[in-house]
């Protein structure tokens, strides 16, 4: 009932969802059986890192250096 009502996006939000847990699900089994197979302690997340876990690689560009590039746009449009 509650299905019909969803929006495309929240429907793509529902299924993204499911199916990151079901990875996470199986993370976890996983790390259950092969930890008493292994000397030191695993965690799932150790033993098989999820695409969606990791953190963005960029760094933030430092203030003066946005507005610097942001005067020589400007400068750019009022010659042209």
Do not use: N
């Amino acid at each position: 009932m509650y299905f019909c009502r969803l929006s495309p996006d929240e429907f793509r939000h529902v299924c993204e969802a499911l199916y990151q847990d079901g990875w996470a699900r199986m993370r976890m089994l996983a790390t259950i059986t092969v930890q008493p197979h292994v000397r030191k302690r695993l965690t799932p997340e150790a033993l098989l890192p999820l695409p969606w876990e990791k953190k963005p690689k960029h760094e933030a560009v430092p203030l003066h250096e946005d507005k610097a590039r942001l005067e020589m746009l400007m400068k750019k449009m009022k010659k042209g």
